[in-house]
């Protein structure tokens, strides 16, 4: 059975809660808004595994086993440093 997640949030304890805050913001942060959709889907498991390719510089990303791009209608331009 599904639980609230305010009912969960007000049982948390208040460094935890501080911390899942924080590292949330960060998320948003760097989440293309077409992806904010997805979130709910992903495991703990598989965020943290984005979170730590998020950090990674992209030369050290190993992309050998990623499908090509089918369609490309929806891509946007990296931001520029």
Known sequence: MARNFEELRAKMDPQRSARVEKR???????????????????????????????????????TTEMPPIADWSRTKPAPRK
Do not use: N
């Not at 808004?33 to 598989?46: A, I, M, Q, V, Y």
């Open 24 to 62: 949330v913001r960060k998320a948003l942060k760097v989440m293309p808004l077409e992806g904010l959709k997805d979130t709910r889907e992903l495991t703990p498991k598989l965020q943290a595994e984005l979170d730590a390719l998020a950090a990674m510089p992209d030369s050290e990303i190993d």
